[in-house]
């Protein structure tokens, strides 16, 4: 991006909150300025005017939290900066529109043969911060294969914890350090991968009932991936331990208490988020336990699946700025609270969203993404894949502390343009959420 910082700039200074804001505040629905015509995504800096964009955020974009009609509205008109009429489909794109992403909502617990997607999952990574055994053999897919029987949360939870005590490298796999695999793509050019076996989800009907659903996975490079939606190419899969992300959470707690001077992070606070680069954990020192660079490992790993997924080349893929990956905060915790973040588009051509908190630890959240009309809501460790063109909100959080690290990265364009609409009720469809067996 033209107005992207240089690599020797430091996000956690005083002065520079500016620039911290650059990268989200590109992509990020800014409902105060309004977008001029043809800047849709290099515009939108709030890196002159933090101080006051600070104090509108606060005094007047807040009390806007909830009322997402508003930026919805400004989509709808061709007035925000995500406004389709800004962004003409090119000629052979994958058109979304809203009706064609998925069935309508279920009323029963009937179990249905659409393929949406979801599921199990086996434990990917060694703790960050431990020494990291050698890569095991990923298990096999029937193995972790649900059972037919409706799933609850509390089985979901144990399931997920047992994941702690599998220590199976991937991320911060040894193989990301023998230095003759460094620059090898794991990638070459793959087809399209196979459909590999059924697998379940569940989800909200309107009355708010849980509904178990069946649908299909497919095992891209070693990892099974849950398809969210097979058009768009929305898709999950397990990579953290739970130990693996408290570790992270901690020490991106630390590096934000001693970097702020104690003010936390208000203190990085922008319009839209609470976020703080990985990059500047890897400057002060934290690894993944075998001295490597956290936000290399983060990368090399999800991007493997990414290229494998998508077809292309993993070694392609690059974060969009220095400043990604980051985490992200969001929390009832504090004053006003940070609740969640407005629709909008990343405008990068494809989101990773690595789910940090565990599932306990916060009501509501997720990540509604509009054409499919649901809300996607991960479990701990588990990682969603969206293309970055597809309109999508952090839905808020009506209680506790929503930790993730996301990524905008460049280097495949998925050619996803969607051209869903902010009419309907989509209130009611971010109740529709899928959620994830761990
Ligand atoms: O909170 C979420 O689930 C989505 C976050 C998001 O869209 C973003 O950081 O760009
Ligand atoms: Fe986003």
Redesign the pocket.
């Known amino acids: 991006m033209g107005n992207s910082p240089s690599s020797s700039e430091s996000y956690g200074s005083d002065s520079d909150n500016a620039d911290s804001d650059n990268a989200?505040s590109e992509?990020?629905t800014e409902p105060v300025q309004k977008p001029r015509q043809g800047e849709i995504l290099e515009s939108q800096h709030f890196a002159d005017s933090w101080q006051a964009s600070a104090a509108a955020a606060r005094n007047e974009l807040e009390p806007m939290r909830g009322e997402n009609n508003n930026n919805v509205q400004n989509v709808e008109n061709g007035q925000g900066m995500f406004s389709p009429a800004l962004k003409p489909p090119k000629s052979g794109d994958l058109k979304v529109g809203v009706n064609s992403a998925f069935s309508p909502v279920r009323r029963t617990r009937k179990r249905s043969k659409k393929a949406l997607a979801v599921s199990s999952s086996t434990s990917l990574v060694s703790p960050p911060l431990q020494p990291t055994p050698k890569p095991a053999p990923q298990a096999p897919l029937d193995s972790s294969a649900p059972s037919n029987q409706p799933k609850t949360k509390s089985k979901t939870k144990s399931k997920s914890k047992s994941k702690s005590s599998t220590l199976v490298s991937r991320i911060f796999g040894s193989e990301a350090g023998q230095s003759s695999k460094e620059n090898e793509d794991p990638n070459p050019s793959l087809p399209p991968p196979s459909v590999s076996g059924k697998v379940s989800y569940v989800c909200h009907d309107d009355e708010e009932n849980l509904v178990t659903t069946d649908c299909v996975a497919k095992v891209v490079d070693g990892t099974k991936c849950y398809i969210v939606d097979e058009k768009t190419g929305c898709f999950v899969f397990d990579l953290l331990t739970p130990e693996e992300c408290r570790s992270l959470i901690q020490s991106a707690e630390s590096h934000v208490q001693s970097s702020t001077g104690g003010s936390g992070w208000r203190k990085l606070y922008t319009y839209?988020?609470m976020?703080l680069p990985m990059q500047d954990l890897a400057n002060a020192g934290v690894t993944d336990g075998e001295g490597r660079n956290i936000k290399e490992s983060l990368m090399r790993r999800i991007c493997s699946v990414i290229g494998s997924y998508y077809g292309c080349s993993a070694s392609a893929l690059r974060p969009r700025t220095w400043k990604e990956p980051h985490f992200?905060k969001?929390s009832t915790d504090v004053a006003p609270p940070h609740c969640?973040?407005e629709m909008?588009y990343?405008g990068c051509n494809i989101?990773w969203?690595l789910m940090l908190s565990d599932e306990t630890d916060y009501d509501g959240?997720?990540?509604?993404i509009r054409c499919l009309r649901k809300t996607?809501k991960?479990l701990q460790g588990q990682v969603?894949i969206h293309p970055g063109e597809l309109f999508?909100?952090?839905?808020d959080i009506t209680r506790g502390t929503?930790y993730?690290a996301?990524c905008?990265v460049d280097g495949h364009d998925p050619e996803i343009q969607d051209l869903s609409s902010g009419k309907g009720n989509h209130e009611l469809w971010e109740k529709n959420t899928v959620t994830y067996f761990g």
Do not use: A, P
């Open positions: 989200r992509m990020i839209t988020k976020d992200l969001y969640g973040v909008h990343d989101t969203n959240g997720g990540t509604y996607v991960l969603l999508h909100k952090g839905v929503r993730l996301v905008f």
